[in-house]
């Protein structure tokens, strides 16, 4: 088993700036992918980015693409998302997600989501 756990999240104007984290642990070695998903009221969880293990690749969604950036550290195995020029459509809870696989096919694992509000 993997554990998630989520840090960062709060209450931003428009315009401005956050950076999440989420801390792994347990089997941590078994992860291939670690992300982000976000999920807004009476939307589906969506993906937002992704960065993997094996070679520290990275993907985004079109709708963070240009304003994101998913990095990691290893040594504690913590991924970050930091996303700048948040728009009042970023709001949502956000989930880190990890997997054995890629994890826009499977997700395996789910930190418990922290609330990202954007003030317009």
């Known amino acids: 088993q993997v554990q998630l756990v989520e840090s960062g999240g709060g209450l931003v104007q428009a315009g401005g700036s956050l950076r999440l984290s989420c801390a792994a642990s347990?089997?941590?070695?078994?992860?291939?992918?670690m992300g982000w998903f976000r999920q807004a009221p009476g939307k589906e969880r969506e993906f937002v980015a992704r960065?993997?293990?094996?070679?520290?690749?990275?993907s985004y969604s079109d709708s963070v693409k240009g304003r994101s950036a998913i990095s990691r550290d290893s040594a504690t195995n913590t991924v970050y998302l930091e996303m700048n020029s948040l728009k009042p459509e970023d709001a949502a809870v956000y989930y880190c997600?990890?997997?054995?696989?890629?994890?826009?096919?499977?997700?395996?694992?789910w930190g418990q989501g922290t609330q990202v509000t954007v003030s317009s």
């Open positions: 997600a990890a997997s054995p696989y890629d994890i826009k096919v499977r997700v395996s694992y």
């Open positions: 347990g089997r941590t070695f078994s992860i291939y992918d």
């Open positions: 960065i993997r293990k094996s070679d520290g690749s990275t």
